[in-house]
């Protein structure tokens, strides 16, 4: 063999161990076992799984784009987490206007890119109280979603991380509770005076401020150091820690960007292994059909969305939006579920991230040592490294009509430490002082919003309700939980600390003050859920089974935030994570594959 054809062999066998990213759908010519829609946080988990059978071949077909380019710091730098939003890596969604928010309509993002919304989002790896997943098991009558049963998923996608300066995290979370997976986490590089304050309430008041060692032991109340999906100096992701990873060793995964799935379509009767796929409203359409099933991750937005433009929905609504009807499945696009955030800012006598954030030319030379090494100030996950997982009192009348969270160990209510002024909406980052905010989520809202079509094409956005604020639970736990962080930073560990709140949280007094408060400035923490919500195989409401399979349909899984029973007493991104790693394995199960 002469060395030219050595290496021409060398380079096809190369090839040959690689998948093909495809930027338009004229670029696919092979067959396919399985499609996967959307390469998000749930489609990446589910594509790397199957993958691992070489005996069969699998698509996954991204409406957005590359997570390589120009601009991919923006993704990977950690000190740069938020500043995707409304980028070309966001869907650009709003939300409908807001009667519980004073008429307000919000901006809504959702990753436009592989990795979906773990691309851009705020990197919290929280994966909230097993009884979250025990409620799952409940409602599906499938013990398998259990959180016990779930411990090989859990330690299948998390590892945690030293921070790139080794800073030592003994005492700060629980090794044990955490796994061996490609998803890289970690503690914050840099602790800062507020986080020892909070840690400091833990040990002088344990009885009514509990530390907990790990929120990720499934433990769901406390006050504890959050972990972050970073690893080495920068953002894990799930295209990062799957998608890559098996694009880059496995032929038998291939990637096609650029390109929505406009619809399922009916291969026979009530079968929906094919899709149909465009890369804008007047393109050519094409079609691809997995020989064995298509699993839609397209996330709590887009998956609702995608369904009703293929007839399975809620029968009038489609009528009312000239979507030929197919299914009637009245709960999809119902039960929307989000969370809400605000903050109250303090000025604080003590070091905290102000100064620097207000400093262009320190965050520049940062961001510049960054690229250099991965290390420095924007190599870690900073801003927010303290939380307390918070249920309202025992009798409160808020539970009077009954209690929303999962069980008696899920949290109401968060309240989490940040070090720095977080700018509620419409409200200026003062130029000097040091500042320190706390923030403010209700994780079991009782409001059900909607997802809803309005129009037939894929490329009118849906509207989107998440009828914040509409429920006097709500509200009312919101009221509680400000008046806890209020009540939190009076004991002795905060003496001197809190020189006074910024002015707009100076006169909260009053419940109607602090109502007006709420209103004026909450906003969403970018959590929707529950919009294609798993049911048990014998229940009418819900629209997949236990199986994750939409019901009255063949061959069409729903893996992503969508099917979550409700909204979770931690954050979603975890979850999502697990479920997708049990998921693979249904499907596998199904198909018998290895
Ligand atoms: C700004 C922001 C901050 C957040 N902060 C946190 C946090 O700190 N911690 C946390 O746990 N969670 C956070 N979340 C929420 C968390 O990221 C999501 O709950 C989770 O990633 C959702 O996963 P998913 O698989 O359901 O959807 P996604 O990850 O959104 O994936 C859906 C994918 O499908 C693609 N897609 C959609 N429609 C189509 C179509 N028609 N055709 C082809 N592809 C399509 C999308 O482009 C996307 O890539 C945040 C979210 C955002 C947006
Ligand atoms: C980066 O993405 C482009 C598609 O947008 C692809 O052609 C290229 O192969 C990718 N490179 C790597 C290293 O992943
Ligand atoms: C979202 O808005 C930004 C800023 O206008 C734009 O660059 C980007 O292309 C938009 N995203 C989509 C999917 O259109
Ligand atoms: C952290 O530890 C790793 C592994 O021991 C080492 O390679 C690295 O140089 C250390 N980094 C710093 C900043 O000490
Ligand atoms: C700030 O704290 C120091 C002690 O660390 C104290 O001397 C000083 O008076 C405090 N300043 C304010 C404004 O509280
Ligand atoms: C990383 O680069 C910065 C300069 O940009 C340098 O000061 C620092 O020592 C480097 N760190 C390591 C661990 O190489
Ligand atoms: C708070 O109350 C004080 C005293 O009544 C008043 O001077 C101030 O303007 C109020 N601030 C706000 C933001 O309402």
Known sequence: MSLLSLLFFLSIAHLSTAGTIFTAPAQVTESYDFIVVGAGTAGCVIANRLSEDSSIKVLVIEAGISDNGTESSLISTPLLAGTGIGTIYDWNYTTTAQPGLNGRALGYPRGFVMGGSTSINGMIYSRGSSEEYDRMARVSGDSGWSWDSLQKYIYKNERHTPPWNNRSNVGEFDPHVHGYGSLLTGLTPTVFEHDLRVIQTTSEHPDMYPFNLDVNSGDGLGFGWLHATVGHGARSTSSSAYLHPALNSRSNIDLLLHSQVTKLVETTPKTFNSVQVAQALTAPKYEFTASKEVILSAGAIGTPQILMLSGIGPANHLASVGVPFIIDLPDVGNNLQDQ??????????????????????????????????????????????????????????????????????????????????????????????????????????????????????????????????????????????????????????????????????????????????????????????????ISKDTEEGGVVGPDLIVKGANRVRVVDASILPAAVAGFPQAEVYIIAERAADLVKETWGLT
């Open 340 to 533: 809400v955030i605000l903050t109250l800012q303090y000025e604080v006598n003590g070091t905290t991230l102000s100064p620097f954030l207000n400093d262009d030319a320190a965050v520049g030379a940062a961001l510049a040592q960054w690229a250099e090494n991965r290390t420095g100030i924007a190599a870690g996950n900073t801003v927010v490294n303290t939380i307390g997982y918070l249920r309202l009192p025992f009798k409160s009348p808020l539970l009077s009509m009954g209690d929303p969270a999962a069980g008696p160990n899920s949290a109401h209510y968060q309240i989490a430490f940040l070090g720095t002024f977080y700018p509620n909406q419409g409200q200026t980052v003062p130029a000097t002082g040091n500042w320190m905010s706390i923030s403010i989520v209700v994780q079991s809202p009782t409001s059900r919003g909607e997802v809803k079509l309005t129009s037939s094409s894929a490329f009118t956005h849906p509207s989107i309700d998440p009828a914040y604020f509409t429920t006097a639970f709500d509200i009312g736990t919101a009221i509680e939980a400000i008046r806890a962080a209020h009540k939190f930073i009076t004991t002795s560990a905060w003496d001197g600390f809190i020189i006074r709140p910024y002015a707009d949280a100076a006169n909260l007094t009053t419940d109607a003050q602090v109502e007006a408060y709420i209103r004026k400035f909450s906003s969403t923490l970018n959590h929707p859920t529950s919009t294609a919500k």
